[in-house]
Every structure is written in C-alpha cells, then in structure tokens.
C-alpha cells in the first residue's frame, strides 16, 4: 500500500504497512526541535507478522547458491544506488547532518559495504576436508544462524542498517530489523527498496520504541539477535538472548584513547584527532575521548589542538561550512549538556562546553583539561562532541591510563617510533588500534570491541562468519 510521504511505515512480507493498531510516534529534526514525520509503532502483531514472514522466508533463501544471493544482493546494490539522492534526503531530515558529509561518508560508503558483502557471500571458508580418524572422512558446513533479530541505532542511521542487514543476508538468514525510534526513515526506505528486488520475507523493517525492540530481541521464533547501541541495552540484550540460549551480537559503546608521544608529528596529531573526536558531533563508539599526551610536549599539544578545535562549528545541513551537525535527539542533548554541567572543581573547559544557537540540538566543540582518571566524564561515555585532556609521564603510565575504563573497542597511537607504535599495538585492550591516524574504517578489516564494549565483529569475513553456525559432518567409508 501507498503511505503519505510524511508517514514512515513497516516492510513486513515484502508490503508497506502502518502498525496493525494504527499507532504512531512524532520523528524530530535535530536540527529545528519540529516534528517532521510520523512512523509507525509497532507492537506485538507487527513483530509476530515480521517473524512469521522471515520464517517462512528462510528455508528458500538459505538454499540459494551463495552465487545466487550474491546476485540479489547485487540488485539491492543498484537499486539503492538509483535512490542515493532519496536515501540522503531522508537521512539528513531525520538526522539533521551536512548534506555532502552524509552523502560521501554515509550513503554511498554504506552502498559500498553491502557491495563487499555481496561479493563476500561467494567467499566462506572451512577446513579442508580430510581423514582425521582412519577410515572416515570429515568435513565442515558453514551454514546460516536461522532467523536474525536486530536492533540499529540512531548515531548512523543508514549505515548501522547496511551493517546489519549485510553479513546476515549474505550468510543466508533472514532478518527482522528495529531501527532506533528516533531515526527509522532510511532503514525503512531501505526495505521498501529491498522489497523490490529481495523475495518477500527476506528482510523485514520494523519501526517503534524500546518495547519494540524488546519484542523483536526477545521473539522466539529469532535464532540470534544482534544490536549496536550503549552498554546498557546491550546488557538487556544478552539477558533476554540467554533466556533462549539465543546467539547475541554485541557491538557497544566505547571510550577511545589517542596517545600522543613526545616524538610525534604534533600537526598531523592535531588534525587527526580533531576529525577523530568530532566527526558526527562526537556521536561514533570510535570517536576519540580521551587524549593522552606525553607531559614533554603537553602545553604545545594542547594549544594548537585547542586552537584548531575554535576553527570548527557545528551547523544545520543548509550550511556547508559546518564540520558536524546538531545532536541526534533531547536525551541526547540534556545528557551532553549534564556531563560538562556536572564537571569537577579541579576540570577546566578550555573551549565550548555550551550550546549553539536556540533552535535544534546543536552543542559547540568542547575540550577538558584537568581531569582525572576516575572521573565521570573519562570513565563513562559522553556520545558527544566532548574530549578531555590527561597527562602522562612514560609509556608505561600512558598504556595504564588508555586501559584503565570498562571499555576496550577503539584507539590510537600518535610517534614516528616503530618500536613504539607496535609495543602499544599489542598492550592496548581494544578491538582496534590505529596508528598516526583514527576512525578510519574499510569493509575488509573487522570492526568490534572487547571488554564492555561487546563481541562479535562488524565487516570483514569475520562479520560474515558471526552470522553463520559450524557443522561437523563425518562419512564412513564403508
């Protein structure tokens, strides 16, 4: 069915449909605090419906030749492709970001990913087949997890789409997706697009709130549930999937250090870490946090990094100079906003720490100095675009500090030292570790924390291969 265009519906069974009761919820645009939209809110009936049609779905999917999912996922390729300049259009209404940013880093990045993806699908790999035991043959199957429950959120609406939906299509599941309450357009434009050229069933949308996303993790008919979001729903997660003996896919939040070394390039380090921290208004698990810099050339560092970070803004998507956009919803805001209110005596804003402007959700590029290691705004994460400043002495204090917070997804490592950068490569307690650079990622390498920040891995073969179950099958040869 048809949906006016200011109403944003599920994909179930490969239809448009409202919530079966009618219900809705108001979609914001962060960057005015207006109404923009309605989506549907789904309940019980909407997520039984979704389920039962990935169900149903799945026994065919998974027989497909990987060839063969390959190319349906080729045609998904294209069909968002020919719908790049809506895709956008909705992500920067219901996210409020720069319009070119969302595009090249967003859009056609994520396009990108499920193109790896695609390919991917014709590429799992297994042991040999052999004679382990004399007068046997084994072998092993990778085949698909069954029917997948997921949960994207809202910091990168369309691309924590494409990271989910991906690996588990490529894999041969089937899948039932909640995008955040707050940002559900380009998830929900994403399975109406897929609904044309996916069979129907294969990737189900539904919108709603927190007891949406509940229903959907906690349905039994899901064989694994999979969410990106903070710590503390990924908790909730976990519980709720070991009631079922379910597979949990946990990718969470994160406290990013950037060690800055005496020797190295301080203006490389600057621009760097500026692009690190405040990239989507510091809203990215990755995004740097906390900088480590070494006392020798601490007072250097921080003026020219406080410096540059006052040649950066925040702005709506109609300006084009904006290095970031609002923050993402009211929560959000209150909560940034409460964590630089609720800074220590001995803290000291050296720049922002306030909001701009009076309309929207949008909070000035904020740097701390003088904190210490137990304090909130170091032990906890802040999703914003706020970074503190912390001092060591050596090396050894320098790793103590980075490791020294319940979360372990991501860092990086500034010196012009081999020996250096490597001794931190293999010290540092995270799921990645970047040197002389930081957020980057590419499909190919595996994205994924430790720690408190999760398990299992986002892109890479490694992703793929989360979705996918072993099986031993052993043949007589008698």
């Given at each position: 069915?048809?949906?006016?265009?200011?109403v944003i519906g599920n994909v179930i069974d490969g239809r448009l449909v409202p919530a079966a009761d009618g219900a809705t919820t108001e979609l914001v645009d962060p960057a005015t605090g207006k109404v923009f939209a309605t989506a549907a809110l789904s309940r019980e009936a909407d997520v039984d419906a979704a389920y039962d049609a990935a169900t149903r779905a799945f026994p065919q999917w998974r027989r497909l030749t990987p060839a063969a999912r390959q190319h349906h996922l080729l045609a998904l390729v294209d069909a968002l492709s020919a719908r790049v300049d809506d895709l956008v259009e909705a992500e920067v209404a219901n996210t409020g970001k720069p319009v070119e940013l969302t595009r090249t880093e967003e859009i056609l990045t994520g396009i990108d990913h499920l193109r790896f993806f695609a390919g991917l699908a014709r590429s799992l790999e297994g042991t040999s087949a052999g004679e382990y035991l004399e007068g046997h043959t084994s072998y092993v199957r990778r085949e698909p997890v069954?029917?997948?429950?997921?949960?994207?959120?809202?910091?990168?609406?369309?691309?924590?789409?494409?990271?989910k939906i991906a690996p588990a299509l490529a894999a041969g599941n089937t899948v039932v997706l909640k995008p955040s309450d707050t940002t559900p357009a380009t998830a929900a434009l994403v399975g109406e697009i897929a609904a044309s050229v996916l069979p129907a069933g294969v990737l189900n949308v539904v919108c709603g709130d927190r007891d949406t996303g509940r229903l959907v993790v906690g349905h039994p008919a899901a064989a694994m549930v999979s969410i990106t979001g903070s710590t503390g729903a990924g908790r909730q997660v976990a519980a709720s999937a070991a009631e079922g003996l379910k597979r949990a896919h946990l990718e969470l939040g994160g406290k990013a250090p950037a060690i800055v070394f005496p020797d190295a390039d301080l203006d490389a380090?600057?621009?760097g870490i500026v692009t690190g921290a405040f990239f989507n208004a510091g809203q990215d698990c990755t995004a740097v946090t906390r900088i480590l810099v070494a006392e020798e050339v601490a007072d250097s560092f921080t003026e020219r990094f406080v410096a540059a970070v006052k040649e950066i803004h925040t702005g709506p998507p109609a300006d084009e100079t904006a290095f970031y956009g609002p923050l993402n919803n009211a929560d959000q805001f209150a909560r940034v906003s409460g964590v630089v209110a609720g800074l220590p005596d001995h803290a000291e804003v050296l720049v922002g720490g306030h909001r701009v402007g009076e309309d929207g959700f949008f909070y000035a590029p904020t740097v701390v100095a003088g904190v210490r290691q137990d304090d909130p705004v170091v032990q906890e994460?802040?999703?914003?675009?706020?970074?503190?400043?912390?001092?060591f002495r050596d090396e050894e204090e320098a790793l103590e500090l980075a490791n020294g917070v319940p979360f372990g997804l991501a860092s990086s490592v500034w010196t012009r030292d081999h020996a250096t950068a490597h001794r931190c490569s293999v010290e540092l307690d995270f799921g990645c570790v970047w040197v002389n650079t930081h957020i980057p990622l590419v499909a190919e390498m595996p994205h994924g924390g430790f720690k408190q920040s999760g398990y299992g891995k986002?892109?890479?073969?490694?992703?793929?291969?989360?979705?996918?179950?072993?099986?031993h099958v052993m043949h007589a040869f008698g």
């Open positions: 069915m048809n949906l006016p265009a200011n069954g029917v997948v429950g997921q949960v994207a959120p809202w910091n990168y609406p369309f691309m924590m789409t494409i990271w380090a600057v621009d994460e802040t999703f914003g675009p706020v970074v503190t400043i912390q001092r986002d892109l890479s073969h490694y992703g793929l291969e989360d979705y996918t179950r072993v099986k």
